[in-house]
T-cell receptor, first 113, second 110 residues
Framework: NAGVTQTPKFRILKIGQSMTLQCTQD?????MYWYRQDPGMGLKLIYY???????DKGEVPNGYNVSRSTTEDFPLRLELAAPSQTSVYFC????????????FGDGTRLSIL | DQQVKQNSPSLSVQEGRISILNCDYT??????FLWYKKYPAEGPTFLIS?????DKNEDGRFTVFLNKSAKHLSLHIVPSQPGDSAVYFC?????????FGAGTRLTVKP
């Protein structure tokens, strides 16, 4: 009964490095999302996907890329890490877009130094 | 542009009393509202929701009230328990757009 699993839980990157945050879900949800949460702020949507092969930008997509080759996996790629990308990243999934609760992973805490 | 606002960063209540968490929104197109609860080092978990066709939804100790004319919703927890201590996020959605508030940290003192 894993739900949404994110790896890694913590990571420190140097400016300019790249990395991929992994997200997988076992609920057969079509919809998946990536959010970032900065201190004192709400969750901001980076990218979302409505199914395998289909992705779209959210509110704050700059500096990130995503892909969705399977229903289960939705990795988030940072190509050139910048200090402004220091944040906690949450992946989520749901049955539908907007009118169903989202199920969240436990987050990845990322620091860019 | 913060379309969903939780103006109280924190709230402290005594065990057994009522906790009232507030949320305001600006976009009149929002028609579905949710509350999530978040413990440290965990992701948010869904708590309760309400559609804009209702003004109240109740689930055990948790009740959400929606005032569409004021663009305001609130979460009532009665009675509050120490295990309710967490950060509570409200969220509002319309079609394919969901926005979250910044959260309110609730502390329930024994």
């Amino acid at each position: 009964n894993a739900g949404v699993t994110q790896t890694p839980k913590f990571r420190i990157l140097k400016i300019g490095q790249s990395m991929t945050l992994q997200c997988t879900q076992d609920m057969n949800h079509n919809y998946m999302y990536w959010y970032r949460q900065d201190p004192g702020m709400g969750l901001k949507l980076i990218y979302y996907s409505v199914g395998a092969g289909i992705t779209d930008k959210g509110e704050v997509p700059n500096g990130y890329n995503v892909s969705r080759s399977t229903t289960e996996d939705f990795p988030l790629r940072l190509e050139l890490a910048a200090p402004s990308q220091t944040s906690v990243y949450f992946c989520a999934s749901s049955y539908s877009l907007g009118y169903q609760p989202q199920h969240f992973g436990d987050g990845t805490r990322l620091s860019i130094l | 542009d913060q379309q969903v606002k939780q103006n109280s960063p924190s709230l402290s209540v005594q065990e057994g009393r009522i906790s009232i968490l507030n949320c305001d929104y600006t976009n009149s197109m929002f028609d579905y509202f949710l509350w999530y609860k978040k413990y440290p080092a965990e992701g948010p978990t869904f708590l309760i929701s309400i559609s804009s066709i209702k003004d109240k939804n109740e689930d055990g100790r948790f009740t959400v009230f929606l005032n569409k004319s004021a663009k305001h919703l609130s979460l009532h927890i009665v009675p509050s328990q120490p295990g309710d201590s967490a950060v509570y996020f409200c969220a509002a959605s319309a079609d394919n757009d969901m926005r979250f508030g910044a959260g309110t940290r609730l502390t329930v003192k024994p």
